[in-house]
Every structure is written in structure tokens, then in C-alpha cells.
């Protein structure tokens, strides 16, 4: 084989290489499970709940959340149906806020982001991004809280380990 001939051969094997591994890195991985939140291994700005449940259920890109936590006697659910395409946007209301969610996919990131408004008008960001850890064992939800109008933000790590099955 000629020289230019093994540079073409290289070019073309790294050619047909690249497909696969931009494939692999923008695989969405399946978040499904129940997740226990562990406090000793987060880490947090505000006090952490006595204990909390999240539970994921994903099916493509359709993908529910159900999380129960408990602040000693105080118990507070959440749901969440929804499409992870950051199209589909859904409104949650109470009596306390009103919240606009979307869900998406950075990468191998599933990304929460919420616009909340509280019944006096106060606005915020929270955005929360999952990814794997530990083979899969282990969800990390990065929380990036934003006040509108400067008031303030906060960053807090929350560790969930899955529960096996």
C-alpha cells in the first residue's frame, strides 16, 4: 500500500467512525426508577427534607415525575406528565404559585425548567438538571434557583440512590 493510499484508508475508517460516536454521546439515558434522596451526600442551601421519594417513569420521550417528601410531619407531592422535547410547556397551579414547566434533553441531561410566580407577584427560576452517576446507581439533580429582579440565587446538589427493585 502506497502512502497516500494508507492516509485515504485512515480518513475514510475515521469517517465512518464519527456517526457512531456522536451517536453514543447524545444518547438519552433511562432515567426511570424509584430514586431515595440522600442528604448526607447532597449538598444543599437550604434544609434538607426529613425524606424524599422521586419516582421516574420514562417512556421515550414521554416521562413523569412523582416526588414525595416530608419535612418532619409536613408531607408535600408532587406530579409531573409530561413530553421531555422543551416544546410542550405545563401549567401547575395552587393556591401559592403559579408554575410553567418545560422538560428537555441537553445531551445526556434531562432538564427541568420552571418559571415560577408566587400569589404576590414575585417571579423565579428553577431549573434542575439529572444525569447519571455510579453505573447508573445514582441521580444528581443540579438545582439552579433564580429570584427575578436580582433578588438572589442559589445552587443546591440533590443525590438520589436508586432503589432496587
Known amino acids: ?10 480518513l475514510a475508517a475515521l469517517a465512518t467512525s464519527l456517526p457512531s460516536s456522536a451517536q453514543s454521546a447524545s444518547a438519552k439515558p433511562n432515567l426511570t426508577g424509584t430514586w431515595i434522596f440522600s442528604a448526607q451526600k447532597s449538598t444543599l442551601k437550604i434544609d434538607p427534607p426529613t425524606s424524599m421519594t422521586l419516582h421516574i417513569d420514562q417512556s421515550d420521550a414521554q416521562i413523569s415525575f ?6 418532619g410531619e409536613q408531607k408535600f407531592d408532587w406530579k409531573l406528565e409530561t413530553v421531555a422535547d422543551g416544546q ?9 404559585y403559579k ?3 418545560r422538560v428537555y434533553w441537553e ?22 438538571t ?3 452517576a455510579d453505573n447508573g446507581r445514582v441521580l444528581q439533580a443540579v438545582e439552579r434557583q433564580t429570584t427575578v429582579g436580582g433578588k ?6 440533590w443525590i438520589y440512590e436508586k432503589q432496587s427493585q
Open 130 to 132: 439529572y444525569s447519571l
Open 152 to 157: 438572589g440565587s442559589t445552587t443546591n446538589k
Open 88 to 96: 410542550k410547556e405545563v401549567v401547575q397551579e395552587s393556591s401559592a
Open 66 to 71: 412523582v416526588r414525595s417528601q416530608a419535612y
Open 1 to 10: 500500500m502506497t502512502r497516500m493510499s494508507v492516509l485515504l484508508f485512515l
Open 99 to 101: 408554575t410553567n414547566v
Open 107 to 128: 445531551g445526556a441531561s434531562l432538564v427541568l425548567d420552571q418559571r415560577i410566580t408566587a400569589s404576590d407577584g414575585t417571579q423565579a427560576t428553577d431549573t434542575v
